[in-house]
């Protein structure tokens, strides 16, 4: 029905420069998602100047990022759109995007697709297929769609396509560099500077009495997996810490990821104690929880949070690992979360692709989702986060959060129980900071979970640990949609880039290995580019005042879950993708501006009157812009 | 440009909120240990000592009080007075917080501690209730026990209930022994479709020149259901519309409801009478559809029977959906949480909300081509009521106002005769919520077209609560032959009050909430005069659920300083402002001072903006997702709310640490 899908921008922000200048105009279509594919029916008029482009494909037109190089052209090739049928077009390749040009006036659009997106790549049919556009590739991505093309057999293009297609999709297989250490652009900030983890510790109030700044990992010796810089009870000496490490899977010792401001309750993560099946103790990990728990004086216990099903804990410790038994750990609280592992979630994502691409069966739609059981985990992690908010800050207790290692669901929790309880967080620059923080300094294993540039589709160490996070913030900018500074588009983009490669942020599992790459000399920040553009990531609803001390208790009822289609079914045109409210909200804003313009205008109109009032009857008056 | 949205919530205003809402304070309270009864109103049974348990609080939670059913309610008035008159909720004149319309009443069940046993209306209970269950057809759920009471209270208040709640007799509905005089209100412009204007107008405003208006039925005799005026093809002669009609259920031949500039017609037909075979009749009327188009194209009939629910299979996909969205126990609520989607999908009504979507839809499309369109289905009177009118909301942008859906209503399913007197279960029949299925159908329009629509959700959630007050003979009657008769009565005549009158009910702070600010400030385009159809999606993903209406009884769906109402607000107030902006510019371009303007009354111009000091104040508040309905974070403590959502283990802990004050814990009640 409705063609008009989002209606996307291509990820190209200099060569479009034009386009550029309109994202913060009220055109109600402009919801830029970069990796979008473009589709512009032949009907549509308004769209002519991109049509004119497309009509005469000539490869030196293609739009090309700094840095970025044309690989190979193919033309003849038919792209199968699963909506809008069959268009033949010229393919080209390049160091960063696949990008497609339909040629024929019925069908005319182009596809870009960002190759770090690509999962796996096949070819489809042999010599023996007769089949109209049974011959070719099909590109399977890892943000919930796959691509097919049909090439003529004798014109003998698809070997060379698919080989192409292999060796830029994936570099690292072929011992080529990722696209983000060949791309040139700069940008009026250094996203790098964003987060700074001691005056992001200043801002929480850290160091204080209880809590100081430790160093004792500067060289990433006790934990290769933990940022530098540490905020630990002020009592722990480094001994004390070297010992602890010891105890925890893989040196990740408990750490303060956020304090509250007025309690003193306290947010620490780590990863599982390394209890094994003998029940070994550690002392000094004891000693050190004690210390945590007295660090805050509102409470003399501490909640400790496994993320984990209580089952795969017991399980863990045949792997040498476990948790917090009640008598080492007299007081302590321990609750598990009941939140499944990365295999589960892969499998989980699996069956909503399959759910949601390319089309929906709209009567099966709700058994459908209910069997996927996507919204089912996206509510468990919400309600672990939700018990986290409650204990910190309804009963001030502090609280611990570990699953196995504390880089997966233990960033989840962190995560959302920080958006939840502190509205800085809910700001884009805020977000920014949590992101660098909690995920990325903090070890999650962004290059194995994504599995960048790599050829092994079936990895096992592949998860969406991180798009079900994300998938929670939206579910609360669901229920509280006036908390948040940003929109859908600013976490569809930064979803977008965790696949491209186009940015350093997101390449690399820990702190040490980007300090080890040079990432921050070699290579572009996400956020210096998204922080460029701003205006186009606003939430016309955001409230900010209101929900300055406002604490958010989201509600993790199956009957409050919602499926993001806006992320999950925006490749299928016939999804409304946007909040309708967001057009009609952006245009009142306009209109008060201009409102308020026109009133600062008489204003100034009136005051120079008075003041050289002998000029009465000039035509200043007449020369105001005062039509609307 | 957004920075500055948060400007104009400010601090300051906090005094009016203050002092406005204290001065309807407590004491006025404590000495109301009456119910308020309104004229013509009497008890008829009245016990001290009942406990009233907050829903969904396992019987844990509650309050003591004095329960009272009258002819017109069941009324709880708590002995300890607590601020329980919510300024934040929407206030009625006729039902306070915790009164509850005897026609709400949907099946009372006697409850022990762990079983529950239906009790059948009009039959005495002599044996003693420890526990009273009430439904209501609004899915609201009311817990009693009468622990701490009389001995025989439970029985006495039960007996009154199946007495009074489940009449048997049209005359004994308390409609009838109301007497609170009614004026209907100048301001009031809907159109009632009583005479012969309303249908002429609507001829007129279409360019169906083949119809004309037919009086052949004032005396009722042609059909009992079909109003004394409705529109025919010209062709067909009043003769031929009476022998034709006899061939039809209930006597309905096709009927003319809305027409296009274009000239095709909208028009609503019977089914055949089962046992006639031959379909010469039907034949007949069809021919005459065809001709009175201005082209004499051949009309397209669209069977509804096929694809949209019967009103029992409605009926029985309503109290499924009824036990999902408005549980009766929080055991239940944490059961149902895992195959939530499951349970929605069997109950199918989202399938129906669908199926009604999408064949309005398709209505609509076939309209827009010039081709008229003739919903056929049993005696024309349930899901062609529902389909029309959708056809009309998506097409017809008139009836998109509020007077202008008020009309349509009038229109569709009063003056055509839709039984709401059957379909809203008054006098024991065959109930079944076929006007719910269509304001949810509503509902899922405005959803996705937030700005096309003058009223808002809480005026479509108002409206189906006030289907069930029980006093409005818009809702009251089958059909309007009914209605007559019961006006014109010799022995107690019917004195006929329209529900369309919202300030007999609501004070101008709720009836402001009715108005959607994003349709007040709608930037005009030029309107083409060709026919275009909302672009609605049907399918079952683009489909929500109703949180308002449905779960707004259900303390732990209930955000604070979360939900849609958020949106709401903030809209409001930047509406105001935008208004209050224009009228600064039309003062300065007459001359004026942008500061010397007289700050204005929003109630008389602009009535989508309520006050904006009071807005300001619910506002820092942190309302309630389902404001202006329910708040329970008012009534019991907050901890309920949202934490125990795991579930079983800790749930208990949680509930005790909600309790306040103004609630007792009687884990051992009941």
Redesign the interface.
């Known amino acids: 029905?409705?063609r008009k899908i989002a209606s996307s921008e291509i990820l190209n922000p200099t060569s479009t420069g034009s386009r550029n200048a309109s994202t913060?105009s009220l055109d109600s279509d402009s919801k830029s998602c970069s990796v979008n594919s473009k589709h512009d029916t032949g009907e549509n008029s308004s769209s002519g100047q991109q049509s004119e482009n497309a009509s005469s494909p000539r490869p030196e037109d293609l739009p090309l990022l700094p840095g970025e190089k044309t690989q190979g052209v193919a033309r003849d090739v038919t792209y199968l759109c699963p909506y809008t049928g069959p268009a033949p077009g010229v393919l080209t390749v390049t160091n960063y995007k696949l990008h497609f040009r339909s040629t024929d006036r019925e069908t005319l659009y182009t596809l870009e697709v960002p190759l770090g997106v690509v999962s796996r790549i096949e070819k489809v049919g042999g010599v023996s297929s007769r089949g109209e556009n049974s011959y070719g590739i099909e590109v399977f991505c890892k943000d919930m769609r796959n691509l097919r093309f049909a090439h003529k057999q004798e014109n003998h293009s698809r070997r060379s396509v698919f080989e192409k297609l292999q060796l830029r999709a994936f570099p690292l297989s072929h011992n080529l560099p990722l696209f983000a250490f060949e791309y040139q652009e700069t940008f009026p900030e250094d996203g790098w500077a964003v987060y700074e983890p001691v005056s992001e510790l200043k801002r929480m109030g850290v160091p204080n009495d209880s809590w100081k700044i430790s160093r004792v990992n500067e060289n990433y010796e006790i934990c290769d997996s933990y940022p530098q810089i540490w905020a630990v009870p002020a009592c722990a000496s480094d001994d004390d810490l070297r010992a602890v490490a010891a105890f925890r899977s893989r040196g990740r010792v408990p750490v303060l990821s956020w304090i509250h401001p007025t309690s003193q309750a306290a947010l620490l993560r780590c990863a599982q104690p390394l209890v094994g099946v003998a029940g070994r103790r550690s002392r000094e990990d004891e000693r050190y929880i004690q210390l945590i728990t007295e660090a805050n004086a509102q409470s003399h216990k501490l909640f400790i949070t496994d993320a984990r099903p209580s089952a795969n804990a017991i399980a863990n410790k045949a792997k040498g690992g476990g948790y917090e038994s009640e008598d080492a750990y007299p007081n302590a609280e321990l609750v598990f979360?009941?939140i499944h592992n990365i295999h589960v979630m892969r499998e989980s994502l699996r069956k909503l692709k399959e759910l949601c691409f390319p089309t929906?069966e709209?009567?099966r739609?709700?058994?459908g989702?209910?069997s996927t059981l996507w919204?089912?985990h996206i509510r468990?992690i919400l309600?672990?986060a939700?018990?986290i908010v409650?204990r910190l800050e309804?009963h001030k207790t502090s609280v611990l959060v570990h699953c196995s290692d504390g880089w997966d669901r233990t960033a989840q929790l962190t995560g959302l129980a920080m958006i939840m309880l502190d509205p800085y967080y809910r700001t884009m620059r805020g977000f920014q900071v949590l992101v660098e923080k909690e995920w990325l300094s903090f070890g999650h294993k962004f290059a194995h979970r994504i599995g960048h540039g790599n050829e092994h589709h079936s990895d096992a160490d592949r998860s969406p640990v991180f798009l079900q996070f994300v998938d929670c913030v939206w579910q609360l900018t669901q229920?509280?949609?006036?908390?948040f500074e940003f929109n859908e588009t600013f976490l569809l983009n930064i979803l977008d880039h965790l696949y491209t490669c186009r940015f350093g942020t997101f390449l690399f599992n820990t702190d040490r290995e980007r300090y080890k790459e040079e990432v921050k000399k070699k290579s572009v920040s996400l956020w210096s580019f998204m922080n460029a553009n701003l205006?186009e990531y606003?939430?016309?609803?955001?409230?900010?005042?209101?929900?300055a001390r406002?604490v958010?208790?989201?509600?993790?009822?199956?009957?409050?879950m919602?499926?993001w289609?806006g992320y999950y079914?925006r490749w299928n045109p016939?999804?409304?993708t946007q909040d309708?409210?967001i057009p009609?909200?952006k245009?009142?804003?306009?209109?008060?501006?201009q409102?308020?313009a026109?009133?600062e205008q008489?204003?100034r109109d009136?005051e120079a009157k008075n003041s050289n009032r002998p000029n009465i009857g000039s035509p200043q008056r007449l020369a105001s812009p005062?039509h609307? | 440009m957004t920075h500055s949205f948060k400007s104009y919530i400010d601090i300051k205003e906090n005094h009016f909120g203050a002092e406005s809402l204290d001065t309807s304070g407590d004491e006025s309270y404590i000495e109301q240990r009456q119910p308020r009864l309104l004229k013509g109103e009497a008890v008829t049974a009245t016990e001290d000592n009942v406990l009233q348990f907050v829903s969904l609080s396992e019987r844990k939670h509650g309050r003591s009080g004095t329960l009272y059913v009258t002819n017109f309610k069941l009324s709880f008035i708590p002995s300890v007075s607590t601020r329980t008159d919510n300024p934040e909720c929407q206030h009625s004149s006729l039902l306070d917080e915790f009164d509850v319309s005897l026609c709400n009443i949907d099946c009372i069940y006697h409850i022990t501690r762990d079983k529950k046993r239906k009790l059948v209306g009009g039959q005495n209970v002599s044996s003693k209730i420890k526990g009273l269950l009430v439904v209501c057809k609004n899915m609201r759920t009311l817990t009693f026990s009468f622990k701490f009471a009389n001995v025989n209270s439970g029985r006495s208040i039960a007996n009154a209930l199946l007495h009074y709640a489940f009449p048997r007799r049209h005359h004994l509905l308390f409609a009838y022994d109301y007497r609170e005089p009614y004026v209907r209100s100048n301001q009031n412009n809907t159109q009632m479709f009583q005479d012969q204007s309303d249908w002429l107008d609507e001829l007129k405003k279409s360019n169906c020149i083949g119809w004309r208006i037919t009086s052949s039925n004032t005396s009722y005799n042609l059909s009992a259901n079909l109003p004394s005026f409705f529109v025919v093809p010209e062709g067909a002669l009043d003769w031929q519309l009476e022998t034709a009609s006899r061939h039809f259920r209930g006597n309905r031949p096709p009927v003319w409801c809305w027409g296009t500039n274009e000239g095709a017609a909208l028009v609503r037909m019977a089914d055949m009478l089962p046992g006639i075979n031959d379909r010469v009749q039907e034949n007949v009327m069809l021919e005459q559809v065809r001709k009175a188009h201005p082209k004499k194209r051949q009309p397209h009939i669209m069977d509804l029977q096929k694809s949209l629910p019967t009103p029992r299979d409605l009926q029985i996909s309503f109290c499924k959906l009824r036990d999902i969205c408005s549980p009766e126990s929080a055991s239940r609520f944490w059961n149902q949480e895992p195959d939530f989607f499951g349970r929605m999908d069997s109950s199918r009504w989202l399938h129906y909300v669908s199926g009604c979507l999408s064949i309005a839809q398709q209505a609509a499309q076939i309209l827009a081509s010039g081709a008229t369109v003739v919903l056929q289905e049993g005696e024309g009177r349930d899901a062609s009521t529902i389909v029309s009118s959708l056809v009309q909301l998506l097409c017809n942008p008139s009836t998109r106002s509020i007077v202008g859906f008020q009309s349509l209503i009038q229109k569709e399913w009063v003056a055509l005769g839709h039984p709401f007197c059957s379909r809203l279960g008054l006098i024991a029949e065959s109930e079944s919520p076929m006007f719910l299925l269509f304001l949810d159908c509503v509902w899922q329009i405005l959803n996705q077209f937030p700005g096309k629509f003058e009223f808002t959700e809480t005026y479509l959630t108002t409206l189906w609560d006030a289907c069930h007050v029980g006093i409005f003979d818009t809702f009251i009657f089958n059909c309007e032959r009914e209605r007559a008769c019961a006006a014109t009565d010799t022995h107690n005549p019917l004195h006929l009050r329209s529900v369309w009158d919202w300030e007999e009910q609501y004070g101008p702070e709720d009836v402001a909430l009715f108005r959607n600010p994003l349709y007040a400030l709608k930037l005009e385009k030029p309107l083409s005069t060709k026919l275009s159809a909302l672009p609605i999606s049907c399918g079952l993903s683009s489909l929500e659920v109703w949180q308002q209406c449905y779960c707004r009884w259900v303390p732990m769906l209930e955000m604070t300083g979360g939900g849609r109402v958020q949106v709401n607000f903030q809209v409001r107030l930047l509406a105001e402002e935008i208004v209050e902006l224009q009228r600064k510019v039309e003062i300065c371009r007459k001359g004026g001072h942008p500061d010397r303007v007289a700050p204005f009354d929003f109630s008389e111009e602009f009535s989508f903006a309520c006050d904006s000091a009071l807005l300001r104040s619910r506002l820092q508040n942190n309302p309630s997702s389902f404001f202006p309905f329910m708040s329970h974070s008012a009534c019991v403590g907050e901890i309920l709310l949202n934490t125990s959502i795991l579930g079983d283990e800790d749930e208990s802990d949680d509930r005790d640490a909600g309790l306040n004050e103004s609630t007792y814990s009687l884990s051992t009640a009941v």
Request: glycine share 2%; net charge positive; with cysteine.
């Open positions: 029905m409705d913060d979360l009941d929906i709209e009567t739609w709700l058994t989702l209910e919204l089912k468990y309600a672990g939700i018990r409650d309804n229920q509280f949609p006036t908390a205006d606003r939430n016309p609803l955001f409230c900010r005042l209101l929900h406002h958010l208790l989201p509600v993790a009822s199956m009957r409050h919602k499926l289609k079914c016939s999804m409304r309708p409210l009609r909200c245009e009142l804003l306009a209109l008060r501006a409102l308020q026109q009133v008489y204003k009136v005062i609307s």
